[in-house]
């Protein structure tokens, strides 16, 4: 039977137009998974993490991991400022549902808990952990096996909370399971104080970084971070380094994050945390679409209730003020759950 363009026509339109509108094949080509591979594996490949793993540890002997560059011989047994010793000291690990939800997705975020810390704010959360180092100690192999139970547990990445002072560990164990079938990326989950230098070690190693900015102003960081004045300006070099990386947050086809940098802002009361001029650093630094979480979830804690100016919650004003200054400022890739908390309130307060 002879086709006419005539049928033709009449075909597409009972197609929906398909035949003539539509710019893709009707029978799209298979589309081939690729395969997502960790920054460490790749590096790996090349020949360089055990040199990294060297590096890193070598840096013990005379402790310079963070910018309080205590000079410790932890080699030696020697406690600097954060009183860490030379093998980990982990609190817990498992998959943790309360993380971003690009982080936590459907299984859990992979999270192991650090004891011990080079911050020590006066407002924290963990306290038992951080400042009074509660926890057991590991050697590498163990760490090693626990990133790979929680990968095996199906969480969608290694949350290393509090990692600064175990680099050289987690390097170390990172490149045993690597061994061992290791796949899941690595989530560097810091205060944001460190330093440029150690950055670098960790460059091709870690995927997604997971920073905080807690405050704009020097006498806000020493004054609640342990004497930390240089912590708004490290931070901020730090982050910018952290971008130069891995750059913006890159999510896979479910949602869930692969690469990139995520910082988290906690807001405070008074606007210690100078909410302000935070965005408008992020605005004018890294691009506009730049994850960030501002956080609503303050709470007293610790020795917090000595500060009468933080001895509070953050008010809903407080909170709403922040998240103004966010979308005036023209940022684009906030925090899914804190957007839904501003609108909630905003509803509230419209009714
Ligand atoms: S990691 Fe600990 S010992 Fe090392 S420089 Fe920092 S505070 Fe000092």
Known sequence: MRFTRRDFIKNSFLLGGSFLLSPVPIYPAEKKEIKWIPAYETLDREGKLAQRVK??????????????????????????????????????YHPHFGEEMSLAGGKGSGTIFFSNCNLRCIFC???????????????????????LHLQKMGCHNVNLVTPTHVMPNILNATRMALRKGLQIPLVYNTSGYERLEILKILDGIVDIYLPDMKYMDADKAAKYSAGASDYP???????????????????????????GVMIRHLVMPNRVAGTEKFIKWVVETLPKSTYVNIMAQYRVEYKAYDYPEIARGVTAQEFLEAMDSAEKYGLTNLDPQSVALRNFYHHRRSN
């Open 55 to 92: 590096q890193a540890y070598a840096l013990f002997e005379n402790c310079q991991l963070c910018p309080r560059k205590c000079g410790a011989n932890r080699q030696k047994g020697e406690r600097g400022f954060c009183r860490a010793p030379i093998k980990p000291v982990i609190f817990s």
């Open 125 to 147: 959360q963990n306290w038992p952990i951080s400042h009074e180092g509660r926890g057991k100690e590991i050697q590498d192999e163990d760490l090693a096996d626990r990133m």
């Open 233 to 259: 300006e490290v931070t901020k070099k730090a982050i910018i380094e952290m971008h130069r990386q891995v750059g913006v947050l890159k999510l896979d086809q479910q949602g869930i994050a692969i690469r």
